[in-house]
């Protein structure tokens, strides 16, 4: 009889910040129950990404193993936990389970692409216990910069596993429940932790955590001091942000005033779910423009800086009849995710050239974060006293140094990362397989494998440029007419003069040279066109574009 054994297995979020999807199963070795734990997406950029709309993780292993697969669950309703749900849900079809605000969200997305909501069931935190094959989940409070966020408690015959998901150590967090020490003291209590997957994003950070409540009082002061128009952003999904600045407004007499979609409905949602009372009344935009803008807060999406969004639109310009002018303020209370500094900094200097007052999240005055500190995971290792400490939810930089703070505390630790399949069964973690992970790309309404070349292809046109040639011949491959070229992309002038007509010039001389046996083989006309196109460019202007052949042949009636 074949053993049988626990494995760990993450497709996304181990070894990056974002789109976690993590595998864990129970069973023969191949032959393991498993469960999903998160679906979320990871956002593009234009250096990598470019015209990308969201990234999301590649789920072959799974697809081929999904007649294994007994349940997903989502720990919180951040879009990097639970963004892919609406787009990759179809390929899975297993029933999903969450806490009442994030499975309004996930209803949400599901109304969206006309999914069944029926398959997102609510869950209570624990007690309530979920059985999915062998497994037994039950959901535990945490504090987080988002509503019910929850680490997960699998019991499975070889052991307890916590999945922590994100969270922090706070005790007043405003909206959400606090962190409670007894609840993991007495899971540990309850049955011995063997193995603990641990949020890594900031171990860096070597002081204890702050309170989303220690920023309501700088808030309200720095509100309560400005004339003129007050637009502040945040995260959408920090329903606590979101409250701390409406409530700063409304003790400084100013109405309020949402903008960006995300954002009303977050609000929307976390009202719908009870865990957002007493938010201040807001007006509607096309009323805060006849407000006075010394009596106004805009809060506004974009915070990271997305080009789109109402932070963007009204570095620009207007943006729904409002627009900012000297002397307003616009607070960041929020962080700046690596990689999107240059798009927050084109905000920033924009509003700078408006001579608008920017205030962002340097010191931490109007900005604390939602992941826990190094002083604050300790804390959580020697609560729960596991077995084994998995980082996750970070790069490679945060797991390792995580890994190596759980084995100075004399935890058997190891740096797993997207696409290895541990064995949890032993005494250590075990390596026992590395799985092919990929991305997805949401390109507008397709997704697009990262095998596909879609996104390599828009890269290399847009560093090299792109010319089209046409060439026509008849059914006896003579050239009709003249070859010609459109050009996009690349400088019109060329060393020799406008660069189509030097190429179209070439391109004329070697195929009133050419024999008949290149002339009748679309390949080796092909592969001769581009050549020479590029071997001007190269030439004429220094650049290597990419060469599209078109060649008609006209056959005779």
Same mark, same amino acid.
Request: glycine letters at 10%; aromatic letters at 4%; charged letters at 25%.
């Given at each position: 009889m074949t053993a049988n054994r626990l494995i760990y297995l993450p497709l996304?979020?181990?070894?990056?910040?974002?789109?976690? @999807?993590?595998?864990?199963?129970?069973?023969? *070795?191949?032959?393991?129950?498993?469960?999903?734990?998160?679906?979320?997406?990871t956002f593009p950029?234009?250096?990598?990404?470019?015209?990308?709309?969201?990234?999301?993780?590649?789920?072959?292993? !799974?697809?081929?193993?999904l007649d294994r697969l007994e349940a997903i669950f989502i720990t919180h309703a951040h879009e990097d936990h639970i963004g892919a749900l609406g787009h990759l849900w179809p390929r899975l079809q297993k029933p999903v389970y969450a806490r009442r605000f994030t499975a309004t969200v996930g209803r949400l997305k599901f109304e969206e692409h006309g999914l069944p909501v029926e398959m997102i069931r609510t869950?209570?935190?624990?007690?309530?216990?979920?059985?999915?094959?062998?497994? +037994?989940?039950?959901?535990?409070?945490?504090?987080?910069?988002?509503?019910?966020?929850?680490?997960?408690?699998?019991?499975?015959?070889?052991?307890?596993?916590?999945?922590?998901?994100?969270?922090?150590?706070?005790?007043?967090?405003?909206?959400?429940?606090?962190?409670?020490?007894?609840?993991?003291?007495?899971?540990? =209590?309850?049955?011995?932790? +063997?193995?603990?997957?641990?949020?890594?994003?900031?171990?860096?950070?070597?002081?204890?955590?702050?309170?989303?409540?220690?920023?309501?009082?700088?808030?309200?002061?720095?509100?309560?001091?400005?004339?003129?128009?007050?637009?502040?952003?945040?995260?959408?999904?920090?329903?606590?942000?979101?409250?701390?600045?409406?409530?700063? @407004?409304?003790?400084?007499?100013?109405?309020?005033?949402?903008?960006?979609? @995300?954002?009303?409905?977050?609000?929307? *949602?976390?009202? &719908?779910?009870?865990?957002?009372?007493?938010?201040?009344r807001t007006v509607a935009p096309e009323d805060a423009a006849d407000i006075p803008r010394g009596n106004l807060?805009?809060?506004?999406?974009?915070?990271?800086?997305?080009?789109?969004?109402?932070?963007? &639109?009204?570095?620009?310009?207007?943006?729904?009849?409002?627009?900012? +002018?000297?002397?307003?303020?616009?607070?960041f209370s929020s962080k700046t995710i690596p990689g999107n500094e240059r798009d927050v900094l084109r905000i920033v200097n924009n509003f700078s050239e408006m001579g608008v007052d920017v205030m962002d999240d340097a010191g931490g005055k109007y900005h604390v974060s939602g992941h826990a500190n190094r002083p604050d995971l300790e804390h959580v290792h020697r609560l729960l006293v596991p077995d084994m400490l998995i980082?996750?939810?970070?790069?490679?930089?945060?797991?390792?140094?995580?890994?190596?703070?759980?084995?100075?505390?004399?935890?058997?630790?190891?740096?797993?990362?997207n696409g290895m399949m541990v064995d949890l069964s032993g005494e250590a973690p075990t390596v026992v397989g590395h799985i092919e992970t990929g991305r997805l790309y949401l390109d507008g309404s397709s997704l697009v494998g990262a095998l596909e070349g879609v996104i390599r292809d828009r890269i290399r046109m847009a560093l090299n440029g792109?010319?089209?040639?046409?060439?026509? !011949?008849?059914?006896? =491959?003579?050239?009709?007419?003249d070859a010609w070229v459109e050009i996009m992309g690349l400088s019109t002038k060329g060393r020799s003069g406008p660069l189509a007509e030097t190429m179209e010039a070439d391109l004329a001389e070697f195929l009133n040279g050419a024999?008949?046996?290149?002339?009748?083989?679309?390949?080796?006309?092909?592969?001769a066109l581009r050549r020479i196109v590029r071997q001007v460019a190269m030439e004429e202007i220094g650049k290597k574009p990419e060469v599209t052949v078109v060649v008609s042949r006209l056959m005779a009636e």
């Open positions: 996304g979020g181990a070894g990056e910040i974002g789109m976690n @999807a993590y595998v864990y199963g129970y069973g023969p *070795a191949g032959k393991e129950r498993l469960i999903l734990v998160d679906l979320g997406v950029d234009m250096d990598t990404t470019p015209g990308v709309d969201l990234i999301l993780p590649d789920l072959g292993w !799974l697809e081929d193993n869950v209570l935190p624990r007690p309530e216990t979920v059985t999915a094959g062998p497994f +037994k989940v039950q959901f535990v409070p945490v504090s987080h910069s988002i509503p019910e966020s929850a680490a997960l408690v699998i019991d499975t015959p070889a052991g307890r596993i916590v999945h922590s998901g994100d969270f922090k150590l706070d005790h007043n967090p405003v909206v959400g429940e606090p962190w409670e020490d007894g609840r993991f003291t007495e899971l540990a =209590a309850e049955r011995p932790i +063997k193995a603990l997957m641990c949020d890594s994003t900031n171990v860096f950070s070597l002081h204890p955590g702050r309170s989303e409540s220690s920023i309501r009082e700088p808030i309200r002061d720095l509100v309560a001091g400005r004339g003129g128009l007050v637009v502040a952003t945040t995260f959408a999904s920090n329903v606590a942000r979101l409250k701390t600045l409406a409530e700063a @407004a409304r003790a400084a007499d100013r109405s309020i005033c949402l903008m960006g979609r @995300a954002m009303k409905r977050m609000v929307a *949602a976390a009202e &719908q779910a009870g865990v957002l009372t007493d938010f201040p807060m805009l809060i506004v999406t974009g915070s990271q800086g997305e080009r789109r969004a109402a932070s963007a &639109q009204l570095s620009r310009g207007k943006y729904l009849g409002m627009e900012m +002018k000297q002397g307003d303020l616009f607070l980082p996750m939810h970070g790069e490679h930089r945060h797991l390792r140094e995580h890994a190596r703070i759980g084995a100075e505390a004399g935890i058997s630790t190891a740096v797993v990362t792109h010319v089209m040639v046409t060439v026509i !011949l008849d059914d006896d =491959a003579e050239v009709l007419g024999g008949r046996k290149i002339l009748r083989d679309d390949d080796k006309l092909d592969e």
